[in-house]
């Protein structure tokens, strides 16, 4: 087939790419090498407009055993052990066809990590919608992560949800999966030894997911839903299987190098592994399991059917493997071999479909550095109105507030997930930090998944770094020291100079914070291109970090007995009126946006995190739970579900609004029976922080000089905390 | 006290109901693969939770036909403690061990969450240490937990006190709310709540204790 322009368009490569391709192979590309080239490139594959930025992320530390470049990073943990994880999103196939995108999501990420050789033990996921009212994407989001998680028998520990109307039309859903092994049981992507067989296990290869790569890789038009074929289609059974299978194969010590067959599937898989080995790989497709008959080279290289894995094999000890997988009642069968010469070479049908060199591939993708010299996008004011309206209720207002999408309770979405499977689960959804432990050692792994859009919107930058403050923060409440992270980078479309302004400052805030709070980057993934018929998403990057701590019963975030003195860390912070705008008060109640992000102090945030580390391991804290979206009474009423509340006194600041729900970071509340000791930790490590109150029956109370602002049952806080939800999806199913 | 935990292809539960068993002073557990034509030495076999062979067709559907059933079957048969838990439970309903059948929860989807049950009779190796009436709270995750039998067949296990333990509050729609049931010679047990789940005071509960305990003490007693 001759390659017109046209070809080259619809493989969404430019002209300028297509030369490359041409100077690469010093030839003319056959149709089926366009297409491999289109996946390896697309930005989905290649990172091509992102890497030059994403090198500038710190990615080594005393934890990182492995950084970016393989399936996952990977972190010691101590005694020998290792942790694998990484989060990966599937927004495109999410909003084409939800329950199908979410569940391959959760597939893809958990195959990384078995890839790894490491067993997964902790799912979480973070997803945005538009409205609570857009049900169809939200049940069928919900229901294809609980299809497919549970069925795994991974326990979906945490996460986040969020609403806001620029997801409407491009959902985001990112999943976090995290894996356990031995640190001398790691297994990695690099083919090597010239002769070893190439062997191909698991599913079939069909037709389903051809291009996903591409599609993930473009803008949304009104075209997009005829891309529902492009969406594949996961089966959970099949993956516990083949996980099983691959970590008994990898025991007979048979395997040599393993990669799942994920975005652009045999192609990817086997010219990434080639390239990181710097060897040749020789396929024949006449060997590859098929779903159908008739399949060109074409279609069984783009294909993204799901459940799949490419490894090689010693020489000699194929039957090894073979035997294990047919104990599991799985295809695994040599497909090829590794070669000398360092080009990936494709047979079909005793001819050569493709040659191509595997650097040219993986490493030779086009990189740009995107214009991106003007101020990032936003459209929202920057100064306060003139007044900003006072209360009429602030009852109302608070139970407005615990009752909004945002930060109701999300029991509705996490109780369709099982997360107790394993029986590690030490806390689970509803906590500030998910927290499972490893059996075989005593240590446990904490986690915290978190991104806040509207701040990156106002301020990428500064908005990432919060994000970053705030997971760190999440960690330490729960008494985990954090270690480690991965990042989602969720924006539009990176063609235009002012998402891309929102990128490169969201990169270069993430940058910052890692390095000031030592969670190295340990990999991630990057998703743009999130715009539908123009409209783009809120700058979104959602940070996933990993802390580590001895193995304990967590702080619980519910206060737990009437008579506790409660001890806010960190001091009252207050909140001026540019910054209450980027709050949930200023959206819910006032429906406006506007100003900055709240202020963050890193020092002093990191001095918090220190502070409370050392009230945890000390045993001072009986709750605690940190001051995020919706401020302090918002906190407050979080920690009141187990009945028991509280009677708060503050001083006087900018006015009642903004003292109850300004949100401000470096804040935790704690619950203790020994406030002196906890002030003795504090003033040793510089913060602020005092006793603002008690735990008292069944009422929360806040009362400021000698007025009394806020006064509402625990009970009705309850009902809307946790009906809100239920009631909003229910009312129309 | 030996157990044999059985792993069918999509088993998820195994390694839990393995580790609670094995921290249990006096007991210990072993894997038996799904194609073992033998049980070994055991002296209880457990079903765990999960998704056998995906739960394709219907849960349970397609383990029943694994040959070490054949082996559970006689075993059970000869009057050895089996107890199926979650799927455990719906392989029991599919091979015939136990009556009914687990239909797909009323609200149509998949809960998980602790549920108190009533204790309905100690008169079981199951239940034995436990008290008439007493709550016990274990985790439920499932979405296919409602039991359904018909009514004489409900009748009759209600007149055999069969019925081990009943959900306090009815979270799936189950008939007469009941949560776990016997086989009539009282020697097979299948609920679907875990209590494999709750033995270890870290992960929030120790209340399952009391049916494995139940079981230690009956095999080191035996009641006939």
Known sequence: MTITPELITQHQLTQAEYDKIVSLLGREPSYTELGVFSVMWSEHCSYKSSRIHLKTLPTEGKYVVQGPGENAGVIGIGGGWVVAFKIESHNHPSYIEPFQGAATGVGGILRDIFTMGARPI????????????????????????????????????????????????????????????????????????????????????????????????????????????????????????????????????????????????????????????????????????????????????????????????????EEEVFQVFRKWGLDAVTIGKVTPDGNLRIRHKGKIEAEIPNPALADEAPKYDRPHNVKPYRTAPLDAPAVIPASKDLNADLLRLIGSPDLCSKRWIWQQYDYQVRTNTLAGPGSDAAVVRIKEIGQSVAMSLDGNGRYCYLDPREGAKLAVAECCRNLSTTGALPVAATNNLNFGNPERPEIMAQLVETIAGIGEACRHFETPITGGNVSLYNETLGEGIYPTPVLGIVGLMKTAPPVPVAFQREGAHVFLLGGFRPTDPQRFGSGEYAKVILNQLWGLPPMLDMHYEKRVHEAMREIVAAGLAESAHDLSDGGLAIAASESCTSEIGAKLHIPQGVSPELDLFGEAPSRILITTANPQQVEQIMLRHDVEGCVIGVTIGGQLQIGCEDRMLVNVATEDLKREFETALPNRLEAHA | ???????????????????????????????????????????????????????????????????????????????????????????????????????????????????????????????????????????????????????????????????????????????????????????????????ERACDPLTGSTQGLGIFESMLQSLAVPAR
């Not at chain 1, 062997?199 to 839903?225: L, N």
């Not at chain 1, 059974?237 to 393993?258: D, H, N, P, Y």
């Not at chain 2, 559970?72 to 091979?95: M, P, R, S, T, Y």
């Open chain 2, 1 to 195: 006290m030996k157990v044999g935990v059985i792993v069918f292809p999509g088993s998820n539960c195994d390694h839990d109901a393995w580790y609670a068993i094995n921290n249990i002073q006096q007991a210990s557990a072993n894997f038996i693969w799904h194609d073992s034509p033998t049980l070994g030495d055991v002296d209880a076999v457990i079903l765990p939770g999960g998704f056998s062979y995906g739960d394709y067709l219907r849960c349970g559907a397609i383990a029943r036909f694994s040959p070490v059933m054949r082996a559970v079957k006689k075993f059970a048969a000869d009057g050895g403690l089996v107890i199926g838990i979650c799927n455990g439970f719906q392989v029991l309903v599919e091979v015939g061990l136990l009556p009914g059948a687990l239909l797909r929860n009323q609200s149509l989807k998949f809960i998980c969450k602790d549920v108190a049950l009533r204790t309905e009779t100690t008169n079981s190796p199951f239940t034995s240490t436990l008290t008439k009436g007493q709550t016990v709270t274990l985790p439920i995750a499932h979405g296919e937990g409602q039991y359904f039998a018909d009514a004489h067949t409900l009748d009759e296990l209600e007149a055999e006190d069969r019925v081990a333990f009943r959900y306090i509050d009815n979270p799936n729609g189950s008939a007469r709310d009941i949560a776990g049931i016997l086989s009539r010679e009282r020697n097979v047990l299948g609920l679907m709540p875990h209590p």
């Open chain 1, 122 to 317: 902790a799912v979480m996921d973070s997803l945005r919608f538009g409205s609570i009212d857009q049900h169809r994407i939200l049940t069928g989001v919900v229901a294809g992560i609980a299809h497919y998680g549970n069925c795994f028998g991974v326990p979906t520990v945490g996460g986040e949800t969020v609403f806001e109307s620029c997801y409407s039309g491009n959902p985001l859903v990112n999943v976090f999966a995290l894996g356990v092994c031995k640190e001398n049981e790691i297994f990695y992507a690099r083919a090597s030894g010239i002769g070893n067989p190439v062997i191909y296990v698991g599913a079939k290869t069909g037709r389903d997911g051809i291009h996903g790569a591409s599609m993930a890789s473009a803008e949304f038009t009104e075209e997009s839903k005829q891309k529902r074929p492009n969406v594949q289609v996961g089966d959970p059974f099949l993956e516990k299987l083949l996980l099983e299978a691959c970590i008994e194969a990898m025991k007979t010590g048979a395997i040599v190098a393993i990669q799942d067959m994920g975005a652009a599937g045999l192609t990817s898989s086997s010219c990434e592994m080639g390239s990181r080995g710097g060897v040749g790989i020789d396929i024949d497709l006449d060997l590859v399991p098929q779903r159908e008959p008739g399949m060109t080279a074409y279609e069984m290289l783009l294909s993204e059917s799901q459940e799949r894995m490419l490894l090689v094999a010693e020489k000699g000890r």
